[in-house]
């Protein structure tokens, strides 16, 4: 059985980076401007076009999943280059559309083959590793639904927790969750969030950027050396990349990559943001 795997750009892979995966890209509105993730629009792009808006005082961008024809269109093309099962992996329900988009773009289609849908109810590296591993369930000649089985499986060994300058960009656009109540009073503190349950959730309120950092490594070293850690950042690469050190120190060498998030999730924490995707051992 050819079984493609798709997956969408909230999940900071880029189109063309890997083979095997197909990464459908979310889209960025600036205004009137609209462009497709990772596509037209670059990640370095985006950031400075985000830090000159808030420099300037401009309209801040906003986010919508891909249309179902998107999603169709691409199935589609993946049915015609001879797949006979999708299994398709997206960023949490509850902080995006694109999973029911996606759903609707399969029943576009005529004489669909076997489909599966994961939710893996989190973001960021999170959703690529468990792309990931539905591609190597697959090429190691597992049926589609176990191939599927091995997206959720990771998915629910991931954590995903991160700190934001401001609660404005989260508030805007809706994507708060259980930690909402905090909008109101704590829009100026540094709060650290995670993604519980496919909602952000915040965990610890630590009131300096120093302080945020060091508890997003005690975090990710809280138990024991992970089987995968992805340091994202929204231009702070410096910051990034001084907690990618601490943390592979602590876990004997490990490679840390240092991520810049992609513009569909940068829109939503806003700069000077750092979190972290851990994939803890099963």
């Known amino acids: ?61 906003t986010t919508s999943q891909p249309a179902p024809g998107a999603f169709r269109d691409t199935y589609q093309q993946l049915i015609d280059d001879g797949a006979d099962g999708i299994i398709s992996i997206h960023i949490s329900g509850k902080l995006s559309g694109t999973l029911n988009s996606a759903r609707q773009g399969a029943s576009l289609l005529e004489d669909a083959p076997p489909f599966e849908f994961v939710d893996t109810e989190t973001a960021s590296m999170s959703v690529a590793w468990a792309a990931h591993a539905a591609l190597d369930a697959a090429r190691e000649g597992a049926g589609i639904e176990q191939a599927a089985e091995a997206a959720r499986e990771s998915a629910a060994r991931s954590q995903a927790v991160l700190f934001v300058e401001t609660l404005d960009y989260l508030q805007r656009g809706g994507r708060i969750g259980r930690a909402r109540h905090l909008a109101g009073r704590l829009l100026r503190m540094r709060p650290l969030l995670e993604v519980i349950d496919g909602e952000i959730v915040d965990v610890e309120k630590p009131r300096t950027r120093k302080k945020a950092l060091d508890r997003i490594y005690a975090q990710i070293v809280a138990q024991g050396a992970p089987e995968r850690v992805a340091i994202m950042h929204g231009g702070v690469e410096s910051d990034a990349r001084d907690l990618a050190d601490r943390v592979s120190a602590a876990c004997d060498g490990m490679n840390v990559p240092v991520v810049l998030s992609s513009p569909v999730i940068g829109a939503h924490v806003g700069p000077g943001t750092v979190g972290a995707s851990v994939l803890r051992r099963a």
């Open 1 to 61: 059985m050819s079984i493609a795997i798709v997956t969408d750009s909230a999940s900071d892979l880029e189109q063309g980076e890997i083979d095997g995966i197909t990464v459908i890209p979310l889209h960025l509105h600036f205004g009137d401007e609209v462009f497709e993730d990772g596509v037209t629009l670059t990640k370095p792009d985006f950031w400075q076009r985000l830090n000159r808006v808030v420099d300037e005082g401009g309209t801040l961008p």
